[in-house]
């Protein structure tokens, strides 16, 4: 396997900065985050999901009005109608297995299991095929190491999946990239635990449980469910925001992504009630 350590100039000028040593006096005081254009405490709808989403653990924008999702226990791919506030159709694409993430990208849905294999398929709407699409395949992208990857998103700008690690070696999480151009896996940004709790001192060990890009910034927007908070950083891991999510709205999040229109949807497992999407709207 080849593993590059960057996937592109930009990002090696990024991360070849020096990091720049704040005076001692200011170390010990919280690093306050940066405003984001979202109320979310106020989400402009609720979704109340269907049992079958009950566990529903990746969320992609699909079409006007339509999310794709998945759910961590079957191989199917969900997809939610906004306006009917119903299931509008089922994309078989393998068997029963552990599936954290989904993204939608020139037509094809790529699934991520948790240990980072994917599958990609394209999707025929309308149409139901028992076993699975004849158009699914798996792809094998061999991540270094043993890993739990929660979150899938899509960086337009690099044409690369964003795969982000939940658990791995160490404490730090890697954020990967797979180029859909090239079919070859990067290393792109390592998110420090340290660079978090620069802003929440005391925050305990922060998991990735979902990622997506910003259409319009292209920042990294990450959720944690384990901290129930939302991150947002540059391409490059500079961590701009800490927000907390509201426990009473979101009991799990997992799932995130954006309209073109920069509208957030956030995803949350039922644990032990009905799933939900929340649509928060871009100030």
Excluded: W
Aim: net charge negative; charged share 25%.
């Amino acid at each position: 396997m080849r593993l590059n350590l960057v996937i592109a100039s930009v990002l090696v000028a990024a991360a070849c900065q020096p990091a720049k040593k704040q005076p001692a006096e200011t170390t010990q005081a919280a690093v306050v985050s940066a405003p984001i254009p979202y109320a979310l405490d106020q989400p402009a709808e609720t979704h109340k999901l269907p049992n079958d989403l009950r566990e529903i653990s990746g969320l992609s924008y699909y079409k006007p009005g339509k999310l794709a999702c998945v759910q961590d226990e079957l191989g199917v791919v969900f997809i939610y109608d906004t306006r009917t506030h119903a299931v509008a159709d089922e994309h078989i694409f393998g068997k029963n297995g552990d599936y954290e993430g989904v993204e939608f990208v020139d037509g094809q849905l790529y699934i991520m299991r948790s240990d980072g294999e994917l599958y990609q398929m394209e999707p025929r709407d309308g149409i139901k095929i028992i076993g699975g699409s004849p158009q699914t395949r798996h792809v094998k992208i061999d991540l270094p190491g043993k890993n739990d990857m929660e979150g899938l998103g899509y960086d337009p700008q690099l044409k690369a999946l964003v795969l982000a690690t939940k658990d791995g070696k160490g404490l730090d999480k890697t954020i990967y990239l797979y180029s859909l151009q090239h079919k070859t896996l990067f290393q792109g940004t390592v998110l420090k635990q340290e660079d978090i709790r620069a802003f929440e001192p005391d925050l305990p060990e922060f998991k990735p449980s979902g990622i997506a890009v910003h259409p319009k910034t292209r920042d990294y927007y990450v959720l944690s469910s384990a901290a129930h908070r939302l991150l947002v950083m540059t391409p490059s891991g500079k961590v701009k925001s800490l927000v907390p999510l509201d426990e009473k709205l979101l009991r799990q999040p997992e799932g995130i992504c954006f309209a073109p229109d920069g509208t957030l949807y956030i995803a949350s497992e039922g644990d032990g009630k009905k799933g939900v999407v929340l649509v928060f709207d871009g100030k």
